[in-house]
């Protein structure tokens, strides 16, 4: 079984994290490590986040007291969150207001092996 890394960075989801949340939680394939960046926000956004970390080891929360989204930032916590793992693990990136279908992880996965793939990318689907 492979392990995928999750990074979400937040600011003032109050209204769509939690829905965000509970759709990674629900994956069918359940090893993975989930970053959560609380991206600097004025709402109850750190606090929701909060309450599911503290059920959950795999959720592990990142605070910024500001709003970072310079490019050198964000892909400085890329390369700190990737470089605590070796290749045998996949990385994926899920917005504070999107979610995943609870087969999302699973599929991507048996789609990569089934077809010897290092990267695959997937679409959208609009609600």
Same mark, same amino acid.
């Given at each position: 079984?492979?392990?995928?890394?999750?990074?979400?960075?937040?600011?003032?989801?109050?209204?769509?994290?939690?829905? +965000?949340? =509970?759709? *990674?939680? #629900?994956?069918?394939?359940? @090893?993975?490590?989930?970053? %959560? $960046?609380? &991206?600097?926000?004025?709402?109850? +956004?750190? =606090?929701? *986040?909060? #309450?599911?970390?503290?059920? @959950?080891?795999?959720?592990? %929360? $990142?605070? &910024?007291?500001?709003?970072?989204?310079?490019?050198?930032?964000?892909?400085?916590?890329?390369?700190?969150?990737?470089?605590?793992?070796?290749?045998?693990?996949?990385?994926?990136?899920?917005?504070?207001?999107?979610?995943?279908?609870?087969?999302?992880?699973?599929?991507?996965?048996?789609?990569?092996?089934?077809?010897?793939?290092?990267?695959?990318?997937?679409?959208?689907?609009?609600?």
């Amino acid at each position: 079984m492979s392990r995928v890394i999750i990074r979400t960075f937040a600011y003032n989801a109050e209204k769509t994290i939690e829905r +965000t949340i =509970k759709s *990674i939680m #629900s994956q069918t394939h359940m @090893d993975f490590i989930w970053y %959560v $960046i609380n &991206n600097g926000s004025t709402d109850s +956004t750190g =606090k929701i *986040i909060e #309450s599911y970390a503290k059920k @959950d080891k795999r959720i592990r %929360v $990142i605070k &910024n007291n500001i709003n970072r989204t310079d490019t050198e930032y964000t892909i400085g916590v890329f390369y700190d969150i990737l470089s605590k793992y070796d290749d045998t693990c996949y990385f994926c990136t899920i917005d504070a207001d999107d979610f995943y279908h609870s087969r999302f992880l699973e599929e991507m996965l048996y789609f990569i092996k089934e077809n010897n793939l290092d990267i695959a990318a997937c679409s959208s689907v609009f609600l």
